[in-house]
C-alpha cells in the first residue's frame, strides 16, 4: 500500500490519501473502511442528456465522488471493495444525497475521512504500508484426486485452484488406467502451481498429503521439470517442503503450519507465529486452564487486574457495526499495551483467525493464574440454574 497524503488533527479526525498496490491492500482497505466514514475516489457514472428535439441519450463520464459509507461487500476473487452510500460533496453529474456505488481497486487512489482515527485503524495503516509484509509461503493441500492450491499472506489464507479430478480405481488388469489418470492429476497441480506461484516473492511451497501422495508428485513434478527443461522449478526445488497432512482439504492447513519443520522454515511469517500463539495457548488451557481464558467479560475483568500477558483478537470485532462495542475493543487493546502486554490482531480470513472466532474472537494468556474468573463463571451457572 503506498500513502499518499496523511492530514489527522489533534482530536483524532481527519483523512488519509492510498493507493493499494497488490490483493493484500485490498483486505486492509477492507478493515479500514468503517460505516460512515467519507471516502473519495474515480469513479463512472451513466449521465443522461436530453437533446433540444427531445431524444435522450446516455453516455459513461469518469468523476470524482465522496460517499458516506452505508454498506461494504469485500470480492475476494476479484479484489474489488465495494462502498455504497450517498453522495456529500457537490458533482455536476450525481446530485446531493443521490446513492451511488465506489469500487475501490487496485492502483487507483482513494482518500478515506473518518470522525475518529483509533490506534487500531492507524496501525493497520502502518502495517499495510509496510512493504516487508508480504505474502511469501503457498501451500497444496492434496490427497488422491483432490488439491487445494493456497497463498498464505500475512491476513489471508486465499484458495487460488481448486482440482478435483475422478481417478479410476487401480483394479486387475486396468492399472494403466489409474496410472494415467494420476498423471492427469498430478499434471493439472503442477499448472496450478506454475500459474500461482510467484517464485520472486514465495520463500516456501509446502506440499502436505497423507501418504505418499506428496512424494509421488513431488517426484512426477521434478521428471516433467527437467523433461520439458523448466528452469523454474529446477532452480527452486530447495523451496518445496514435503509434509503430512490428514487430508486435500484446505481445514488440513492448520495442521500443517503446526509441523516443526514447516515452523522452523517460515518462522518469520505472520501465519507461523499466530499459530504458535494459538497453539500456545490451547497448551495453557489444557495445563493451567487459571492462566488462559476467552470471551470478552473474562478478558475485561483480567485487564483490570492487569493480568494480562499477550491479547489475541480478531479484525473481525473491529469491523461491527456497533461503534460503541469497536471503542471498547480499542480502549481494551490500549491497554492492554499501556500495562506492558503484548496485543496480536489475528486476520479473520486466515485459518488460525478462524480458530479464534470459534472462540468468541478474543483470547488471553495471563501473567498469574486468576482461579476467580473459573469460579465466577460457575456461580453464573447455578444462579442460573
Known sequence: MKLVFRSIERDGCGSIGLVPEESEDMWH????????????????????????????????????????????????????????????????????????????????KFTLQKPLWDSVALERVEMACDPAASADVAAVVMQEGLAHVCLITPSMTLVRSKIDITIPRKRKGFVQQ?????????????????????????????????GFVKDQFFEYMMQQ????????????KSRFLLVKASSGFKHSLKEVLQEPAVMAKISDTKAASEVKLLENFYTMLQLEPAKAFYGKKHIERANEALAIETL???????????????????????????????????????????????LTGIAAVLRFPMPELEDSDAEGDSDSD
Open 312 to 358: 489475541m483478537i480478531s479484525d473481525k470485532l473491529f469491523r461491527c457495526q456497533d461503534i460503541q462495542q469497536r471503542k471498547e475493543y480499542v480502549a481494551l487493546v490500549d491497554a492492554v499495551r499501556e500495562n506492558g502486554g503484548e496485543v496480536r490482531i489475528f486476520s479473520s480470513m486466515h485459518v488460525s483467525g478462524e480458530q479464534l472466532d470459534q
Open 29 to 108: 482497505a477492507y478493515n479500514l473502511v468503517a460505516v460512515g466514514d467519507a471516502v473519495t475516489a474515480s469513479t463512472v457514472r451513466k449521465v443522461q442528456t436530453e437533446s433540444s428535439t427531445g431524444s435522450s441519450t446516455s453516455n459513461r463520464v469518469r468523476t470524482t465522488l465522496t460517499i458516506t459509507v452505508e454498506t461494504i461487500d469485500f470480492d475476494t476473487q476479484a479484489c474489488v471493495l465495494r462502498l455504497k452510500g450517498r453522495n456529500i460533496v457537490e458533482n455536476p453529474y450525481v446530485k446531493m444525497g443521490a446513492y451511488h456505488t465506489l469500487d475501490l481497486e487496485l492502483n487507483r
Open 178 to 210: 489409474h496410472e494415467k489418470g494420476l498423471n492427469k492429476f498430478y499434471d493439472a497441480v503442477m499448472q496450478a502451481i506454475l500459474r500461482h506461484v510467484d517464485f520472486n516473492i514465495v520463500k516456501c511451497v509446502i506440499i502436505a498429503s497423507p
Open 225 to 236: 521439470a527437467v523433461k520439458t527443461d523448466n528452469k523454474l522449478l529446477i532452480d527452486n
